[in-house]
């Protein structure tokens, strides 16, 4: 990962804050460079032979005093300190220098002095935890960040934040952060450290804190940014040691300019005999400061609650507005609804009327209609006896007209105005049926009879026959025009097709056709002048025996035909007849007399 620059450094890359040496205790302007022992005092003695004796002497004494000895009276002398040794003071005489021995103590028993120990590092070991502040913000607002609470740690490290939510305050580059404080025994919260930190100027130490062995000052603040640790330049010793590249020297402390205050005298400090008076007075002196702090926390609650109270209004109020807009917006968008669906409303009710008026129409044409049906139903009845009776009265003249009788001694054998007319099987060559004899010009004139017959059926019947025949007398003829060309016994040879082409300049009535005429006639549909081959001579004068046996099987579909359309079941349909015996005296069978033919006049004539 690179590098930020410093310019770019925000808000939105910080993701952690630690702290190191933790410590209560203000830290003194003035440098140490030796240990503060006995040692310092310029009436000790230096002779050779207690420096031999010290030499000697393998057990380590503990010091009679805990108090720094070299105190700023020393400069005030003109003493001078040089590699261990103090001189001889320059312009004043030497005042002497009373050692005060503070650690009496240290004859007290052993948990007593562990009692005390636990007391000084309980000290050392704070609970702490931080909040982060707007530049330039009131005091009382709120931060924009608190932490947790860290217990007992002297390098507490707090768990990682994200601040790229905290928008617009996440694009600035500078905050104000508080280290707060509380020790084991007291539960009253201490302001640590306040410090205004500019992100720019901050100074980067390495990827971690893990890589990093350089001493760190008190209560010094590491920054986690998304690429490394950073700190500040009065947190770091020595600068030149810990950066290479950063070449300013690092600034001066504070404190080291400001000039020393006193606290208290030297009286008021020798009146306290011992630790114990002196831990006395600093619980008395804790106790006071917690009661000042009670009192202001008391004086300030109430502005504390009018805040908090405010606060929580503001942001009702803000609660109640948006909810408003929206309640607005939603308000709005069911008008429109409304109005969308008034004038749908409006549309359907006239669709309705228009439907409720044609249904009122349609009601009394149905009701009207109702009142006609029974009447129309009784009309249709008396037509369809009219129609049947006729029917009746047509097919009893037909078979006055056209007699049909039967053969005594030959059974299913009929005559036709006394000419007799063979089933079927007589016209085939190996028959072994019994019938009489006939000759062909009886059989040919039974077949015109056969065929004037068909077409009067057809006629008032109303039935179509499949095959049309066509009365001539004896020469009667009929068409076949839904057979196809192999059940009829024709070829698609070359010479088939010559035959039938020289049998269609035989047959045709005009004399002399040529081929591409008879071509465009055959692509049409089959009529009895387009295709004079699909049609088939009832009579036996000078025809092949073949195609007379095709016309009379045709002629008997056109028998059974009437017939299944009649509701007359079929029993054998080469009895043709028969069949056409059965069928008239069906058709002229029924209840009641038989109505008589309507009289007329042609109107042509009925003026004369």
Not at 56 to 73: F, I, Q, T, V
Not at 127 to 139: E, N, Q, V
Not at 432 to 453: C, H, K, M, N, R
Not at 552 to 562: A, F, K, P, Q
Request: charged share 25%.
């Amino acid at each position: 990962m690179s590098w930020l620059l410093p310019e770019n450094r925000k808000l939105r890359h910080l993701e952690g804050i630690s702290l190191r040496n933790v410590s209560s205790v203000k830290p003194s302007g003035r440098l140490r460079r030796q240990t503060i022992d006995d040692e310092s005092l310029p009436t000790t003695l230096t002779s050779p032979a207690k420096l031999l004796a010290q030499r000697d002497l393998a057990k380590l004494e503990h010091s009679k005093s805990s108090s720094d000895l070299r105190a700023s009276s020393m400069s005030d002398a003109g003493l001078e300190v040089s590699n261990g040794s103090v001189s001889s003071p320059k312009k004043s005489p030497r005042q002497a220098m009373r050692r005060r021995s503070t650690l009496n103590w240290m004859d007290e028993p052993p948990n007593v002095r562990q009692k005390l120990l636990q007391d000084v590092v309980s000290e050392r070991r704070p609970d702490t935890f931080f909040s982060l502040h707007r530049t330039g913000a009131d005091p009382k607002e709120d931060p924009i960040y608190i932490s947790e609470v860290k217990e007992k740690s002297m390098n507490p490290d707090f768990r990682y934040l994200d601040l790229s939510e905290f928008r617009p305050l996440s694009r600035d580059d500078s905050l104000v952060i508080r280290i707060w404080s509380r020790m084991e025994a007291s539960q009253i919260l201490t302001l640590l450290v306040e410090a205004k930190v500019h992100l720019p100027s901050l100074v980067r130490i390495g990827r971690t804190l893990d890589t990093f062995y350089h001493p760190l000052g008190d209560n010094a603040i590491v920054f986690h940014m998304t690429d490394g640790a950073y700190a500040s330049i009065s947190d770091l010793p020595d600068v030149e040691s810990v950066m290479s590249s950063v070449h300013a020297q690092p600034p001066t402390p504070k404190s080291a300019t400001l000039p020393p205050r006193e606290t208290s005298s030297f009286d008021a400090l020798m009146k306290l005999k011992d630790l114990a008076e002196c831990i006395e007075d600093a619980e008395r002196t804790r106790s006071q400061v917690t009661q000042q702090i009670e009192t202001l926390i008391q004086k300030n609650r109430v502005e504390n609650h009018e805040i908090a109270e405010a606060t929580h209004k503001r942001a009702s109020l803000k609660s109640v507005r948006g909810s408003l807009d929206k309640t607005r917006r939603a308000a709005e968008k069911l008008k429109e609804d409304k109005s969308i669906r008034r004038g749908n409303l409006e549309h359907r009710r006239g669709a309705i009327g228009t439907q409720e008026t044609a249904l009122q129409t349609g009601e009394a044409k149905l009701r009207a209609s109702v009142a006609d049906l029974d009447q129309k139903r009784s009309q249709q009845a008396q037509l369809k006896a009219k129609v049947t009776g006729q029917m009746r009265r047509i097919a009893q003249d037909i078979l006055d007209v056209f007699p049909i009788d039967p053969i005594d001694q030959y059974p299913l054998c009929f005559t036709i105005r006394s000419h007799f007319l063979p089933n079927a099987k007589g016209f085939e060559q190996d028959r072994t049926d019994f019938q009489p004899a006939s000759s062909e010009d009886a059989t040919a004139a039974a077949l015109g009879y056969v065929v004037q017959i068909l077409l009067m059926l057809e006629a008032n019947l109303m039935i179509p026959l499949p095959y049309m025949p066509t009365p001539c007398g004896s020469t009667s003829t009929i068409f076949d025009p839904l057979s196809s060309a192999h059940e009829l016994g024709m070829s698609t040879s070359s010479s088939a097709s010559n035959y039938h082409l020289g049998s269609y300049f035989l047959h045709s009535p005009q004399s002399g056709p040529d081929e591409s005429e008879f071509k465009a006639r055959i692509a049409g549909p089959p009529t009895p002048a387009t295709h004079p081959f699909r049609t088939f001579p009832l009579y036996q004068h000078s025809a092949p025996a073949k195609r007379f046996r095709w016309a009379i099987y045709l002629l008997n579909r056109d028998i059974e035909e009437l017939m299944q359309q009649s509701g007359i079941r079929v029993m054998d349909p080469r009895n043709t007849l028969a069949n056409l015996k059965f069928l008239l005296t069906v058709l002229a069978s029924g209840k009641g007399d038989m109505p008589g033919r309507k009289l007329g006049v042609i109107r042509g004539l009925h003026g004369r």
